[in-house]
T-cell receptor
C-alpha cells in the first residue's frame, strides 16, 4: 500500500506571495492532519480534516488554511508569506476519526526569501 | 506552555546496549501516547503506541512504559543498532480534542555507536 504523498517536496517563495501544498493520504484513510516543523518551535499541529470538515485547528493565524476533497486528498494554503513561515510542512493520515495513529508523508520544505 | 517534554536533546549508546528515551507530559487529559522516529529530510515514522489503560506495550525490540501517576513515559530499545540512530519524538493525544491532534515533544537525537 502506498504511503502518504506530498507535493511539491521543495518550494521557494518570496515574502508576500501565497502557496498551496498538496497531500494524498494512504488509500482508505479518511483523516488528514497538517503539522509545521521548525527548529525553534518543533512539530506543531496546524489543522485536521475528516470527511471534508475541519475538526480541529492549532494556534496559527488565519493566513493558514486548508481543505479536504471528497477523495480525502487535502491541500493547505498559506497567504501573504512571511520569512517565519519557512519550515517543513508535514501531512499525516489516519484511518478514521477515532484512530490515534497517524502516518506521515515526507513533507514539503518551504523556504520564504 | 510545553505540554509534552523530552528533556534530553541527545543520547549516545553503544551498539547492542539498551537505549532509554524519556518523555514527560503535564496534561492529565492525554490518554494515548505514541513514539515516532525521524530521519533528516523525511517525515516521522510511527514506531509504537500505548493507551493510558496500559502500563507497557512491546513490539519486537521496542517497549514503551507508561507511568500515569508520574505523567512519564519511556521508550526502551533493546538491543540498539546503528540503524536506530535518528531523532525520536514522543507525542500525546486525548479524547478531549475534537479530532486527532497530536502534541509533540521536542525530540531526542539518538546516536548508536558501532
Amino acid at each position: 500500500k502506498a504511503g502518504v504523498t506530498q507535493t511539491p517536496r521543495y518550494l521557494i517563495k518570496t515574502r508576500g506571495q501565497q502557496v498551496t501544498l498538496s497531500c494524498s493520504p494512504i488509500s482508505g484513510h479518511r483523516s488528514v492532519s497538517w503539522y509545521q516543523q521548525t527548529p525553534g518551535q518543533g512539530l506543531q499541529f496546524l489543522f485536521e480534516y475528516f470527511s471534508e470538515t475541519q475538526r480541529n485547528k492549532g494556534n496559527f493565524p488565519g493566513r493558514f488554511s486548508g481543505r479536504q476533497f471528497s477523495n480525502s486528498r487535502s491541500e493547505m494554503n498559506v497567504s501573504t508569506l512571511e520569512l517565519g513561515d519557512s519550515a517543513l510542512y508535514l501531512c499525516a493520515s489516519s484511518m478514521d476519526a477515532s484512530s490515534y495513529e497517524q502516518y506521515f508523508g515526507p513533507g514539503t520544505r518551504l523556504t520564504v526569501t | 506552555d510545553q505540554q509534552v517534554k523530552q528533556n534530553s536533546p541527545s543520547l549516545s549508546v553503544q551498539e547492542g546496549r539498551i537505549s532509554i528515551l524519556n518523555c514527560d507530559y503535564t496534561n492529565s487529559m492525554f490518554d494515548y501516547f505514541l513514539w515516532y522516529k525521524k530521519y533528516p529530510a523525511e517525515g516521522p515514522t510511527f514506531l509504537i503506541s500505548i493507551s493510558s489503560i496500559k502500563d507497557k506495550n512491546e513490539d519486537g525490540r521496542f517497549t514503551v512504559f507508561l507511568n500515569k501517576s508520574a505523567k512519564h513515559l519511556s521508550l526502551h530499545i533493546v538491543p540498539s543498532q546503528p540503524g536506530d540512530s535518528a531523532v525520536y519524538f514522543c507525542a500525546a493525544s486525548g479524547r478531549s480534542n475534537a479530532g486527532n491532534m497530536l502534541t509533540f515533544g521536542g525530540g531526542t537525537r539518538l546516536m548508536v555507536k558501532p
